[in-house]
Every structure is written in structure tokens, then in C-alpha cells.
């Protein structure tokens, strides 16, 4: 089964407008990372934030954790076209090198 | 720059065939990995090595074979038996566990078995 599962599967928003999506999971972890995908491309790293963390900017993103509900969510600000991308959350696997991937978010971003 | 090649972009074969993806790194990484991606689907991890000859099965290894003989090098080797190859391949790396460091992904090789 899945430890990562982002919510919504697709999302079409207007440029400018804030995009928000969110990744829930099943067990207790160490940290929770966020990645984009262009399509055909490989995956690239976003954030990662602790388990001791709630809250983590980098630019126009802003990612938030809570624990207590098992749930994570991303939060890109003033959309560009350029976001147009599938992101996915990562949490900890059965290893230190296990990280186990949700299905994805598709963002469309509308000019 | 630093940064991870897959090797073909693109690879056909056909059913029965051994074939072997090339993954390079420069970034002096000791952890590498292979996932696969399928269609609406998170990755799935093949295999990983967290150093130079040692590797380890993730989840789904069998069917694929990978060696790793120099730092820099993780090839994948889908095999015969791997009933449903067809797919999208992704190679990364990361500096140590990847719970606490960022993995670096190339751009993938996409296999096509007929």
C-alpha cells in the first residue's frame, strides 16, 4: 500500500492563482520530502521538511506538516506556467534509503 | 556540471532480450538507485546501492539485475524474466540515506518491449 497519497490527482488552475496540494500518509515518519516531474523528465527535488517542523518556505512554495493528522501539504503561490508539472511527496520507507512515493499531483497551470 | 546521464533516452526491444540501461554520475555521490515509474503511478524502487560493490533489492527487483563496480556507475539490467518491462526508468543519487538527503534523478530511459 501506498504511505504517500497526494490529493488532488489533477489540478487546473489559472496563472497567478495559488495552487495547493496535499499528501496524506499511513505511519510515522522521519521527514517528507516534495518533488516535481516535468512530463518526460526525471524528478526534481523541492523541499524536505522534518518531522519536527511545521512549516518550510523555499521561494513561492511554502510546505506545512502536521503530524498529528498524518498529512503534508504544498502551497505554490502567484502560479506561472512554468509550474505546468506532477508533483509527488516522499516518505520513509523500510530503510534509510527507502522512500516510498504517493501517485502524484498533475498541475495544469492556464495562461 | 554536476548531474546524473541515463543512457538511451529511448530503447526498444523485443520479448525475450536482455537489455542494459546506463546510469552515470559525477556528483560523488555514494547512494545510487533505480525506480520505475508506470502511468499514474509513484515510483517503485528496483534496487540501491549505498556504496561501491554492495547493492540491495527494493521492492520490485525481480526480474532486473544492477552491479556496481565503480562509484560513478549504476547500470540496471532488465532481463528476460521480468514479465512487464515495458516502462519508465529513472536513476538518481543521493550524498547519503536518502530520509535525509534530496535524491538527484536523471531525465530517464523509457523501454519498450514487444
Known amino acids: 500500500s501506498q504511505q504517500g497519497e497526494e490529493d488532488p490527482q489533477a489540478l487546473s488552475i489559472q496563472e497567478g492563482e495559488n495552487a495547493t496540494m496535499n499528501c496524506s500518509y499511513k505511519?510515522?515518519?522521519?521527514?517528507l520530502q516534495w518533488y516535481r516531474q516535468n512530463s518526460g523528465r526525471g524528478l526534481v527535488h523541492l523541499i524536505l521538511?522534518?518531522?519536527n517542523e511545521r512549516e518550510k518556505h523555499s521561494g513561492r512554495l511554502r510546505v506545512t506538516l502536521d503530524t498529528s493528522k498524518k498529512s503534508s501539504s504544498l502551497l505554490i503561490t502567484a502560479s506561472r506556467a512554468a509550474d505546468t508539472a506532477s508533483y509527488f511527496c516522499?516518505?520513509?520507507?523500510?530503510?534509510?534509503?527507502?522512500?516510498?512515493w504517493g501517485a502524484g499531483t498533475k498541475l495544469i497551470i492556464k495562461p | 556540471d554536476g548531474g546524473i546521464t541515463q543512457s538511451p533516452k529511448y530503447l526498444f526491444r523485443k520479448e525475450g532480450q536482455n537489455v542494459t540501461l546506463s546510469c552515470e554520475q559525477n556528483?560523488?555521490?555514494?547512494?545510487m538507485y533505480w525506480y520505475r515509474q508506470d502511468p499514474g503511478q509513484g515510483l517503485r524502487l528496483i534496487y540501491y546501492?549505498?556504496?561501491?560493490?554492495?547493492?540491495q533489492k527494493g521492492d520490485i527487483a525481480e526480474g532486473y539485475s544492477v552491479s556496481r563496480e565503480k562509484k560513478e556507475s549504476f547500470p540496471l539490467t532488465v532481463t528476460s524474466a521480468q514479465k512487464n518491462p515495458t516502462a519508465f526508468y529513472l536513476c538518481a543519487s543521493s550524498i547519503g540515506s536518502s530520509y535525509n538527503s534530496p535524491l538527484h534523478f536523471g531525465n530517464g530511459t523509457r523501454l519498450t518491449v514487444t
Open positions: 505511519t510515522s515518519i522521519n521527514n
Open positions: 521538511i522534518r518531522s
Open positions: 546501492s549505498q556504496i561501491v560493490n554492495d547493492f
Open positions: 556528483l560523488n555521490h555514494d547512494a
Open positions: 516522499a516518505t520513509d520507507g523500510n530503510s534509510n534509503y527507502q522512500l516510498i
